[in-house]
């Protein structure tokens, strides 16, 4: 089992509409979690960054960790076409190691 | 623009030669990690350099090695290339050895074709 899981997609939605993204993780030693954007053949960049459970919220961007249920979400509100992309999901303990996830890849269509 | 830059941005290796990937981090970073990324897959740990030494390597054969360099630049080296090694190579600076309360960020990477 690997320990960050995302569901691959591709994910399609129309624009305007919210993009729900979700992964589940396995280490309980996370602390903080990490979602990267990441366009075709270019570097991941950092969305948003999160500390133990709760929501944050940045513009279009709200990130929630439910460290209960090993669980964390980012919602894309008000979708664009530039939002199409490959969305990762990252974990980390103390250290500057990251365990992402697959990747999820967004459609959103004009 | 994270202020990480890698170079090449990409490159073609023949199987069994010997790569190396050169990266500048953000100013005031003094910590980098190299991830590699196989084409559909999320990025996966390879290891990470502070103040000139290794600090934590991932499930990596000792053919990948590195340097980090008194200015923070870094290189990571890779001998008796296979096929499977083609790969987008990231290279990620943080301002922290323990990473807690920085953040990550990564460069563009450099794509390398094993033939």
């Known amino acids: 089992q690997k320990e960050v899981e995302q569901d691959p997609g591709p994910l399609s939605v129309p624009e305007g509409a919210i993009v729900s993204l979700n992964c589940t993780y396995s280490?309980?030693?996370?602390?903080?979690f990490m979602w990267y954007r990441q366009y075709s053949r270019k570097g991941p960049e950092l969305l948003m960054y999160t500390y133990s459970s709760g929501n944050k919220e940045d513009g279009r961007f709200t990130a929630q960790v439910d460290k209960s249920s090993k669980y964390i979400s980012l919602f894309i509100r008000d979708s664009q076409p530039s939002d199409s992309a490959t969305y990762l999901c990252?974990?980390?303990?103390?250290?500057?190691?990251?365990?992402f996830g697959g990747g999820t890849r967004v459609l959103v269509k004009p | 623009e994270t202020g990480v830059t890698q170079s090449p941005t990409h490159l073609i290796k023949t199987r069994g030669q010997q790569v190396t990937l050169r990266c500048s981090s953000q100013s005031g970073h003094n910590t980098v990690s190299w991830y590699q990324q196989a084409l559909g897959q999320g990025p996966q740990f390879i290891f990470q350099y502070y103040r000139e030494e290794e600090n934590g390597r991932g499930n990596f054969p000792p053919r990948f090695s590195g340097l980090q360099f008194p200015n923070y630049s870094s290189e990571l080296n890779v001998n008796a290339l296979e096929l499977d090694d083609s790969a987008l190579y990231l290279c990620?600076?943080?301002?922290?050895?323990?990473?807690?309360?920085?953040?990550?960020?990564f460069g563009e990477g450099s794509w390398l074709t094993v033939v």
């Open positions: 990620a600076s943080s301002s922290s050895l323990t990473g807690e309360g920085n953040t990550i960020y």
């Open positions: 280490n309980s030693a996370f602390q903080y």
């Open positions: 990252g974990g980390k303990a103390a250290g500057n190691k990251l365990t």
